[in-house]
């Protein structure tokens, strides 16, 4: 039984466990999720999602093999042992590929699968849930469900090719909220009834069977719902566990399946803990962790016009912002409003659209020269308790240490201090 299945079956028989999922491709991310995996003594899922890695590279330039290879090394680095370690894929499917005609997307997306499963990843989640050039708005459960098991034939075929037999476990579901968090601002979400969670299992279980997969349904551990979990901008809606009851019992029907909770981040430890208890057994995040990452960065740019000559500094901060005016691709579409409502959202917005610009060398050298200038000069105690006093208790314990990477890579920690702590709960 793989060990995810054998976390699913914890959590129906009545532990209070879980297991968070990291859904991001920056390398202080994945280190800090090592280090913290590490500290806890626990599994770590990392997850690459149809954006970031893909077979022509996604916007980070990594194909699937590329990215095991990155977290294996950064796994040894920190001396993580790879046996602790599970890869999975978010968002599988025609996503990437939306504005093509659906026989031509889908195309793409079997070898998007392929490539995933052939370089060893074996959680994927299966998603066909978005509407094709040519295709319906939206889709219905059965379309959906064909494309899903369409997908997972795909997977299987190709690990029996590649490692004679498949141990790969599955996530569906058609309620999948938009990766990254939602481009408009809301108020309160509809919580998937439990009839449309009934219909999602069942068709897609017909699906699977007609589909002549349906030997690996017991491995489909998952299901993706709308718990009433999500963040836009500047709001956070934050999950309320009676509204979600009657949809947590729908995993009780079922032997091998519970919950995989998206766009969790920045809900309250008290909500992590629901969550859990709730079914809600696997918990994305991704936006909160280099949201939190770049909090901890824009405060070291703080403290180093604080010590440093203007003419001597990196200029962190203006360079990103530059960077992000020339190419604003990845951010235009998601951010509204006046110049300077879009110049704060920029920065500061929950949804975290400067994440794709970390790769950008501009950036990556300003990064740098801010590091190197604060490990010359040091940080002194009153600034850090000023810009970084979660940091600053750390270093006065002995638990942090006080250079920028060590400050960086605990403040996305304290992130994940959250998720581990409602994931690793005891029996109840």
């Not at 190709?158 to 408009?184: H, M, N, Q, R, W």
Request: proline letters at 4%; aromatic letters at 8%; a negative charge.
């Amino acid at each position: 039984m793989n060990t995810l299945q054998k976390l699913v079956q914890r959590n129906k028989a009545g532990e209070k466990n879980g297991i968070y999922s990291v859904c991001s491709a920056h390398p202080l991310v994945i280190e800090a999720a090592l280090k913290q995996a590490l500290n806890d003594q626990s599994l770590l899922l990392i997850e690459a999602t149809s954006n970031q890695v893909d077979q022509f590279g996604g916007y980070t330039g990594m194909k699937p093999v590329d990215f095991k290879e990155f977290v294996l090394q950064l796994a040894a680095t920190v001396q993580f042992p790879a046996e602790n370690l599970i890869l999975g894929g978010d968002h599988l499917g025609p996503n990437r590929w939306q504005n093509l005609a659906a026989d031509e997307a889908m195309d793409k997306a079997d070898d998007l699968i392929a490539a995933y499963v052939e370089a060893g990843f074996t959680k994927i989640h299966l998603d066909c849930s978005m509407s094709c050039a040519d295709d319906p708005v939206p889709l219905c459960d059965d379309i959906v469900a064909q494309r899903a098991a369409r997908l997972a034939g795909i997977a299987e075929k190709t690990a029996v090719k590649a490692f004679g037999s498949s141990d790969l476990v599955y996530v569906i579901g058609t309620e999948v909220p938009v990766p990254g968090g939602a481009a408009e601002e809301l108020e309160e979400l509809e919580v998937t009834s439990p009839e449309a969670a009934h219909k999602t299992i069942n068709c897609h279980k017909q699906a699977f069977e007609k589909a002549g997969v349906g030997a690996c349904w017991p491995r489909v551990i998952g299901l993706v719902v709308q718990p009433g979990v999500e963040f836009d901008h500047t709001g956070i809606i934050d999950f309320k566990p009676e509204k979600a009851q009657k949809l947590s019992e729908v995993v009780n029907d079922y032997d091998n399946l519970i919950f995989e909770a998206h766009s969790t981040d920045y809900q309250t430890d008290g909500a992590y803990k629901a969550l859990v208890e709730g079914h809600f057994a696997i918990l994305k995040v991704g936006p909160a962790l280099t949201f939190a990452m770049r909090e901890a960065l824009y405060n070291l740019a703080d403290v180093e016009e604080q010590i440093i000559a203007k003419a001597h500094c990196s200029n962190f901060k203006d360079i990103i912002e530059e960077q992000m005016c020339a190419a604003p691709g990845y951010w235009e579409k998601y951010y509204q409003g006046s110049e300077s409502q879009q110049r704060f959202a920029r920065s500061y917005s929950f949804s975290d659209r400067i994440r794709y610009y970390w790769p950008e060398q501009s950036i990556q050298n300003a990064q740098d020269k801010l590091f190197t200038n604060l490990s010359r000069t040091g940080i002194s105690l009153p600034l850090l308790n000023q810009y970084l006093p979660i940091q600053f208790k750390g270093v006065r314990e002995g638990a942090v240490q006080a250079d920028p990477k060590s400050l960086v890579l605990d403040s996305i920690q304290e992130v994940l201090r959250s998720y581990a702590s409602a994931c690793q709960q005891s029996k109840g």
